[in-house]
């Protein structure tokens, strides 16, 4: 395994393992007990605007906040996924129109746009929420998996296999998806990326989790006003979330690569605008 591919690995199992493992270590959320105060002996980052340690908090924060990016993408790349292929493959103009034009419509409004109307109506519903970040990413997963289906649905090989006599089952389910198993998996990254970016930004206007809660978009914007006499209650926060998206789209880019491209860069062979 290459360094690159370490670094990034790293990049993204540290946050990953804090969600993960973080609340086995803390038991339950922690409470405002005290006076915030800077870093000390049993507090290494300190305590936020509450009094609560911020490691702690750290610890029982990435949860939920993961867990409803990891979901929002599953749910909205499976709905523009289906759009996507079902649009590139059909057979009538009109069909395409139908199934692409209201993606445009939804690719004009700002994600944000859509997540404050949801927050509005909802009173800050998580799932409420996490609908609507999921419906901001599928017109441009349908979009992207559109442009991707066309050449593959319409190519040659797929004349052939119609030919041949095979299912509409086979032909889109096992081909077209092995084919674009590697650009799918690039722009997974992307939009996971895109959901924690988007998640973070409504928790950090107060339109996602309560304000409270020891989330980890959260915390940053409630410790914000603190930042320049306390940056360790944002510090740690913002530095996980960042972390996991430098590690995500690191990592997808190496692992997707093309093989000898890799192979030239390992060995030092790959000279500037080759």
């Given amino acids: 395994m290459s360094v690159r591919r370490w670094f990034a690995l790293s990049l993204v199992v540290v946050p990953l393992l804090i969600a993960v493992v973080g609340p086995a270590f803390t038991g339950s959320v922690p409470s405002a007990r005290q006076a915030p105060f800077g870093p000390s002996s049993w507090s290494p980052f300190g305590t936020d605007r509450l009094g609560r340690d911020v ?20 749910g909205s790349y499976t709905v523009g996924f289906v759009i996507g292929v079902a649009a590139a493959a059909a057979s009538r103009a009109w069909l395409d129109e139908l199934l692409m034009r209201p993606m445009d419509v939804l690719l004009c409004l700002p994600s944000l746009l859509i997540i404050m109307v949801a927050a509005l109506r909802t009173r800050g519903s998580v799932v409420a929420i996490a609908v609507a970040i999921g419906i901001a990413l599928v017109a ?83 410790n914000k006003d603190a930042l320049t006499i306390a940056p360790w209650s944002v510090a740690l926060p913002a530095g996980l979330i960042v972390l996991l998206m430098i590690g995500v789209n690191l990592l997808c880019d190496d692992l997707l690569a093309d093989p000898r491209t890799v192979a030239m860069r390992e060995s030092g062979r790959v000279s500037r605008g080759e």
């Fill in 55 to 74: 490691l702690a908090t750290a610890l029982v924060g990435g949860r939920t906040f993961l867990l409803v990016a990891a979901l929002t993408v599953i």
């Fill in 140 to 222: 441009p997963i349908a979009r992207f998996v559109r442009m991707a289906a066309r050449p593959v649905v319409h190519g040659p090989v797929m004349d052939a296999l119609r030919m041949q006599g095979e299912s509409r089952r086979y032909r889109y389910v096992n081909y077209t998806v092995r084919e674009m198993i590697r650009p799918i998996a690039a722009d997974v990254g992307v939009r996971f990326t895109a959901a924690v970016y988007i998640l973070a930004s409504a928790n950090f206007l107060g339109l996602g989790f309560d304000t409270t809660s020891t989330d980890w978009a959260v915390s940053v914007a409630a």
